[in-house]
């Protein structure tokens, strides 16, 4: 293991010369941030060190965690594991950012620090690039994503397919999950790191600028698989969630505008998560954002469904929105 500081050029500079000399395979800088995930972290980097790309190097990017983080990571003799730490939690945005800076590969992963990459992912999205030279900018896999005991596919072949552009697909929702993103350093650059001010959803405004810049490869295979629990490192409250959703509407607003199912499922986003808020205000804000998600596409099924649940209260809605999750898990085999 190797302790970098964030941002170290000269460092960074001096071993990039070093891989440059020692290998023809492009190098693949695989960023994990964490925040105290010590009993999950071994797993995580695990699978990325067993992949059977070997080039890469992974830089763990410790957000200020207060457990045993630092023994996990040093308690490893692979060469290829950097160290950085923030000695304040700063947030995945800026840790992402913070392992980026010191990245020496041309291209660049991600891994969060409670999935798994599965064998093969990463040399399949090496060749995708590679393949394709200098008009593909990024590379993404299917994943499946486990929670509440329940496993579901991520995207289907269909959701992926029913639109011809990338970007129009994402304006809809995020599908592509951060640890199954290979992006190439040049595309990256063109179009900016991830933005520090957001606290959620910093992960669909990338893929967005991403898309609108360079074309995507997608390989419709599962493997990833991502955890989700409470307690991870993009885990948000109702408040926050609300903000970023807000703030992607804003940002994307003529887009938005000239895609009425888009702006009909930004408005469901909205609204379930005003569901989850608390006290009289929120359930209001969550039935007038069902309202408009109607008004926006009346053609939209399911925002008329959940419009009329929220009448009754915002723990209906919830409880179709499991019902929907735990139908989606059942039929991944279809897909």
């Known amino acids: 293991m190797k302790m970098l500081s964030p941002y170290n050029q000269r460092e960074t500079d001096s071993m990039l010369t070093t891989n440059k000399e020692m290998h023809s395979a492009p190098l693949v800088s695989v960023v994990l941030p964490t925040f105290?995930?010590?009993?999950?972290?071994?797993?995580?980097?695990t699978t990325v060190l067993s992949q059977d790309y070997s080039n890469l190097e992974l830089i763990v990017v410790d957000d200020g965690s207060t457990d045993n983080t630092l023994g996990i990571v040093a308690g490893l003799t692979d060469e290829r594991v950097k160290y950085c730490r923030l000695e304040q939690q700063r947030g995945a945005a800026s840790a992402r950012n913070a392992g980026i800076g010191i990245a020496q590969g041309s291209l660049i992963a991600f891994q969060d620090s409670d999935d798994e990459w599965l064998p093969g992912k990463l040399s399949q999205q090496v060749r995708a690039i590679g393949a394709r030279g200098d008009s593909l900018g990024f590379a993404y896999t299917s994943f499946w994503?486990?929670?509440n005991g329940f496993?579901?596919?991520?995207?289907?072949?269909s959701q992926v397919l029913r639109r011809a552009s990338e970007f129009d697909r994402l304006l809809r929702g995020n599908y592509i999950g951060m640890p199954t993103l290979i992006v190439t350093r040049s595309c990256l650059e063109a179009t900016g790191e991830f933005d520090e001010t957001m606290h959620s959803l910093e992960d669909w405004d990338l893929m967005l600028r991403l898309a609108r810049v360079a074309e995507g490869a997608f390989i419709d295979e599962p493997l990833v698989i991502v955890h989700e629990s409470p307690s991870g490192v993009n885990s948000q409250g109702a408040g926050v969630m609300l903000r970023s959703l807000e703030s992607i509407r804003r940002r994307y607003g003529s887009d938005f505008r000239r895609d009425k199912r888009a702006d009909s499922e930004m408005y469901l986003a909205m609204a379930a998560t005003s569901c989850r808020g608390t006290g009289l205000k929120s359930w209001h804000a969550s039935v007038v954002q069902f309202a408009r998600a109607c008004v926006r596409d009346p053609s939209n099924?399911?925002?008329?469904?959940?419009?009329?649940?929220s009448l009754t209260g915002p723990k209906s809605v919830i409880r179709l929105q499991g019902l929907h999750h735990r139908s989606a898990s059942g039929s991944t085999d279809s897909t």
């Not at 496993?151 to 072949?157: A, H, I, L, N």
């Open 151 to 157: 496993r579901e596919r991520v995207p289907s072949s």
């Open 36 to 45: 105290n995930r010590a009993g999950l972290l071994p797993r995580a980097m």
């Open 145 to 147: 994503r486990e929670r």
């Open 301 to 309: 099924t399911k925002a008329w469904v959940l419009l009329a649940a």
